[in-house]
């Protein structure tokens, strides 16, 4: 994308970019479907696995913590302004400073999880039986390398998402599933849940290795200059966001802790409907937020604020036409998602039944969770970073009221409505705050919102009653059954959802058929 972009050339390039993000996602879904259908075949729902999401919890959340949380609230802002004329020069530079900071403060956070593994689960897990503890202790300290992997994988997506280089960053992020696939059905009989472990060790590698090409040509290299002025300008930016990730942390944990006292299996069949509830998140939410921060990020910079403002409202329309639908397929499809996803080897039809209740559970809160990125990645672009944090830990508030407050009646189940709750709490906030500094977007997101519940729930009738059908006439034992029990339902609810957008004239549909004529243009033409 040029420097002098205009306005109306930067929505369909943040459509392009959007869609190479979610082509990747679903490439990267679709293998992480194969991984959760890989875990409970293997595994079930046992404490083994329990005691493996802990470990993956402590892992992730601390990659969060240390790049995940600034990659978007501070790294990918800070490093696209280098891309403005006046400052191309100094881009290697900054960029080797940051990621040399990065990649010494992960590997110091490494040796940390090795030596406190036993205090981390004892903190977080403490309610599982002894022997899953002393497996979580172990499956810690092999995933602890991950940290820093993943972190130096992050640092390398932000200097390429500043350069709006997105194709093998998002190829890596797609195939980082394969560690899983590839050790578990080869090593599960040998290294039992370490296979596991070791599966997310090896997947993370293969993500940093396809990012690694992109980087050539840039200039990088190791630059230990920790008073460097873009460092201090980064931290300025990160704090209150890690203040929030911080509370956030302590939610997740007493999250584990309150999870991990209502059952061994509780953390099991949370992992997996927070698996399907991710799917339409990042294949969507993410992939628009993150594809429209480094356009966002320079319309902030030149003070444009009304093309700031479009392009907002056309990421906000975006997700709403395409999370809305998807919410409502797992809400009424919810059963039979469970059951063909993850319901064989010792995955039990008890199993499924808890899996689904909590992914309905959780689905209370996916559209607002996915408004959100966008809302939040607004703020970052204006070197806002209080707001959100500010926002966040208001929201962990309402998380706890609710969480504690259900528990007794709904046990693990009241969680996942919590989380639910928290969503829309910060989503609602959110939209408020961004109203009272800008009044309304340019764009009627309110109407999207409007035509795209209606549509959502003719779909959702098709859906189910197509699914009876089939479900009366050929039963839920067998691979084809359950596959068409959601294919051909999936298609029936898309086809009139589609019909219903375009009969209304949404725009998003005209932008759809944009992009795949260009796309077909390429392809004659190449």
Same mark, same amino acid.
């Given at each position: 994308? @040029? !420097?002098?972009?205009?306005? !109306?050339?930067?929505?369909?390039?943040?459509?392009?970019?959007?869609?190479?993000?979610?082509?990747?996602?679903?490439?990267?879904?679709? +293998?992480?479907?194969?991984?959760?259908?890989?875990?409970?075949?293997?595994?079930?729902?046992?404490?083994?696995? /329990?005691?493996?999401?802990?470990?993956?919890?402590? %892992?992730?959340?601390?990659?969060?913590?240390?790049?995940?949380?600034?990659? /978007?609230?501070?790294? =990918?802002?800070?490093?696209?302004?280098?891309?403005?004329?006046?400052?191309?020069?100094?881009?290697?530079?900054?960029?080797?400073?940051?990621?040399?900071?990065?990649?010494?403060?992960?590997? $110091?956070?490494?040796?940390?999880?090795?030596?406190? &593994?036993p205090q981390i689960v004892a903190l977080i897990g403490g309610d599982l039986s002894p022997q899953y503890q002393v497996a979580a202790i172990?499956?810690?300290?092999?995933?602890?390398?991950?940290?820093?992997?993943?972190?130096?994988?992050?640092?390398?997506? &932000?200097?390429?998402? &500043?350069?709006?280089?997105?194709?093998?960053?998002?190829?890596?992020?797609?195939?980082?599933?394969?560690?899983?696939?590839?050790?578990?059905?080869?090593?599960?009989?040998?290294?039992?849940?370490?296979?596991?472990?070791?599966?997310?060790?090896?997947?993370?590698?293969?993500?940093?290795?396809?990012?690694?090409?992109?980087?050539?040509?840039?200039?990088?290299?190791?630059?230990?200059?920790?008073?460097?002025?873009?460092?201090?300008?980064?931290?300025?930016?990160?704090?209150?966001?890690?203040? %929030?990730?911080?509370?956030?942390?302590?939610?997740?944990?007493?999250?584990?802790? $309150?999870? /991990?006292?209502?059952?061994?299996? @509780?953390?099991?069949?949370?992992?997996?409907?927070?698996?399907?509830?991710q799917l339409p998140h990042g294949l969507v939410a993410v992939a628009i937020a993150m594809a429209s921060l480094p356009t966002l990020s320079?319309?902030?910079?030149?003070?444009?604020?009304?093309?700031?403002?479009?392009?907002?409202?056309?990421?906000?329309?975006?997700?709403?036409?395409?999370?809305?639908?998807?919410?409502?397929?797992?809400?009424?499809?919810?059963?039979?998602? =469970?059951?063909?996803?993850?319901?064989?080897? !010792?995955?039990?039809?008890?199993?499924?039944?808890?899996?689904?209740?909590?992914?309905?559970?959780?689905?209370?809160?996916?559209?607002?969770?996915?408004?959100?990125?966008?809302?939040?990645?607004?703020?970052?672009?204006?070197?806002? @970073?209080?707001?959100?944090?500010?926002?966040?830990? +208001? %929201?962990?508030?309402?998380?706890?009221?609710?969480? $504690?407050?259900? $528990?007794?009646?709904? /046990?693990?189940?009241?969680?996942?409505?919590?989380?639910?709750?928290?969503?829309?709490?910060?989503?609602?906030?959110?939209?408020?705050?961004?109203?009272?500094?800008?009044?309304?977007?340019?764009?009627?997101?309110?109407?999207?919102?409007?035509?795209?519940?209606?549509?959502?729930?003719?779909?959702?009738?098709?859906?189910?009653?197509?699914?009876q059908v089939i479900i009366a006439h050929l039963g839920v034992a067998g691979l084809l059954p359950r596959v068409l029990t959601l294919l051909?339902?999936?298609?029936?609810?898309?086809?009139?959802?589609?019909?219903?957008?375009?009969?209304?004239?949404?725009?998003?549909?005209?932008?759809?058929?944009?992009? %795949?004529?260009?796309?077909?243009?390429?392809?004659?033409?190449?």
């Amino acid at each position: 994308m @040029s !420097e002098e972009l205009t306005q !109306e050339e930067a929505h369909p390039t943040i459509a392009r970019n959007a869609a190479v993000l979610s082509l990747a996602s679903i490439v990267s879904r679709a +293998l992480g479907m194969v991984r959760e259908i890989l875990i409970p075949h293997f595994y079930g729902a046992t404490g083994l696995v /329990s005691a493996y999401a802990l470990a993956e919890f402590v %892992a992730k959340i601390l990659y969060d913590l240390l790049v995940g949380g600034m990659l /978007s609230a501070a790294l =990918v802002p800070v490093l696209s302004e280098y891309r403005r004329p006046e400052k191309r020069a100094q881009f290697a530079q900054v960029a080797s400073v940051i990621f040399s900071a990065i990649a010494i403060l992960a590997a $110091l956070v490494v040796l940390a999880v090795e030596g406190l &593994a036993p205090q981390i689960v004892a903190l977080i897990g403490g309610d599982l039986s002894p022997q899953y503890q002393v497996a979580a202790i172990r499956l810690m300290r092999i995933t602890a390398p991950v940290i820093w992997v993943f972190s130096s994988s992050g640092g390398l997506a &932000a200097i390429l998402f &500043a350069q709006e280089r997105f194709t093998l960053v998002a190829l890596g992020d797609a195939l980082y599933n394969l560690g899983v696939i590839i050790m578990v059905p080869l090593f599960h009989r040998q290294l039992g849940i370490q296979a596991l472990a070791l599966g997310m060790v090896l997947g993370g590698l293969i993500q940093l290795v396809f990012r690694l090409p992109d980087i050539r040509g840039l200039g990088l290299r190791f630059v230990l200059h920790i008073r460097h002025p873009v460092l201090r300008r980064v931290w300025a930016l990160y704090v209150p966001i890690l203040i %929030a990730i911080l509370v956030n942390i302590v939610q997740g944990g007493i999250d584990r802790r $309150l999870a /991990s006292g209502t059952g061994d299996s @509780s953390l099991a069949y949370m992992r997996t409907a927070t698996t399907l509830y991710q799917l339409p998140h990042g294949l969507v939410a993410v992939a628009i937020a993150m594809a429209s921060l480094p356009t966002l990020s320079r319309w902030a910079a030149g003070k444009d604020w009304d093309a700031y403002k479009r392009t907002l409202a056309a990421g906000l329309r975006a997700v709403l036409v395409l999370v809305v639908p998807a919410t409502v397929f797992l809400w009424v499809l919810a059963e039979p998602t =469970v059951r063909l996803l993850a319901e064989h080897g !010792e995955f039990t039809a008890t199993d499924t039944y808890w899996t689904y209740l909590t992914l309905r559970y959780y689905l209370v809160g996916l559209v607002f969770a996915s408004v959100d990125w966008p809302l939040n990645f607004a703020y970052y672009a204006r070197g806002d @970073s209080k707001t959100p944090a500010t926002v966040g830990v +208001l %929201a962990v508030g309402m998380y706890l009221i609710f969480a $504690l407050s259900l $528990l007794p009646r709904l /046990s693990f189940l009241g969680l996942a409505f919590a989380d639910g709750m928290k969503q829309m709490a910060h989503a609602l906030m959110m939209m408020a705050l961004l109203y009272r500094w800008g009044g309304r977007l340019q764009g009627d997101v309110l109407r999207t919102a409007w035509v795209t519940a209606v549509a959502a729930a003719v779909m959702g009738g098709v859906l189910y009653g197509s699914a009876q059908v089939i479900i009366a006439h050929l039963g839920v034992a067998g691979l084809l059954p359950r596959v068409l029990t959601l294919l051909i339902p999936g298609i029936l609810g898309s086809a009139v959802y589609y019909l219903i957008l375009r009969w209304l004239g949404v725009s998003e549909v005209a932008l759809f058929h944009h992009l %795949a004529a260009r796309m077909g243009q390429k392809v004659r033409r190449s």
